[in-house]
């Protein structure tokens, strides 16, 4: 139980575009969901925590504006890179608590070409 | 800001005994310790959580002493498929502000 499903896995977008990514709460109500950032060989970067019906607090560093992020009911959260440089490149995960620790999306690898 | 750090990387040989430190003086008071298991290209998966002394289970144990400062995540009997990055999670409180943290994390190799 308590899946999160993620999506896209992959996705490869030109640079100025916009690009969404989707977490679902397949088997639970997710009143939270973490946005985390990887780039290779590093650790995962808490960028911004979303909480259903309410603005996300985002971390410091990270641009509101270009990622906006929407919690507009229970089972879905959204991450929306606005915008894209190459720079954004990155493996984008969520993740939502549930009982025992957190229970984390698939992940999403983002190229900006 | 302290980070929550780890052994950047460790070999092992399959079935031996794995023990992978993370340090984490921010710990705060009320919160647990949760270690995950990563894939390349894919999303951290649990092992094992705890607050104190020694938690175990199907595949893992966690110790944990007494100030809470550190964590050990002890894999028995390691295998090829074990090899992944390990990362622990907590809860630290820094300067107000409560947040979770990942470790630096760990990448284990497992050789035959």
């Known amino acids: 139980g308590a899946v999160v499903s993620q999506h896209p896995s992959w996705v490869i977008c030109k640079s100025g575009t916009s690009v969404k990514i989707e977490c679902r709460s397949l088997?639970?109500?997710?009143?939270?969901m973490f946005w985390y950032r990887q780039f290779p060989k590093q650790s995962l970067m808490l960028m911004a925590t979303s909480n259903e019906g309410s603005k996300a607090t985002y971390e410091q560093g990270v641009e509101k504006d270009k990622f906006l992020i929407n919690h507009a009911s229970l089972t879905l959260s959204t991450l929306t890179v606005t915008s894209a440089h190459p720079e954004d490149s990155s493996f984008y995960i969520c993740?939502?608590?549930?009982?025992?620790?957190?229970?984390f999306g698939s992940g999403t690898r983002l190229t900006v070409v | 800001l302290a980070k929550t750090t780890q052994p950047i990387s460790m070999d092992s040989y399959e079935g031996q005994e794995v023990n992978i430190t993370c340090s984490h003086n921010?710990?705060?008071?009320?919160?647990?310790i949760t270690w995950y298991q990563q894939f390349p290209s894919q999303g951290p998966r649990f092992i094992i959580q705890g607050y104190k002394t020694k938690v175990t289970n199907e595949v893992a144990s966690l110790f944990i002493p007494a100030d809470r400062k550190s964590s050990t995540l002890s894999l028995p009997r390691v295998s090829l498929s074990d090899t992944a990055v390990y990362y622990c999670l907590v809860g630290e409180t820094t300067s107000g502000t409560y947040k979770y943290i990942f470790g630096t994390g760990t990448r284990l190799k497992v050789l035959a």
């Open positions: 993740s939502a608590p549930k009982r025992e620790g957190y229970t």
């Open positions: 921010n710990i705060a008071t009320n919160d647990y």
């Open positions: 088997d639970f109500q997710a009143t939270t």
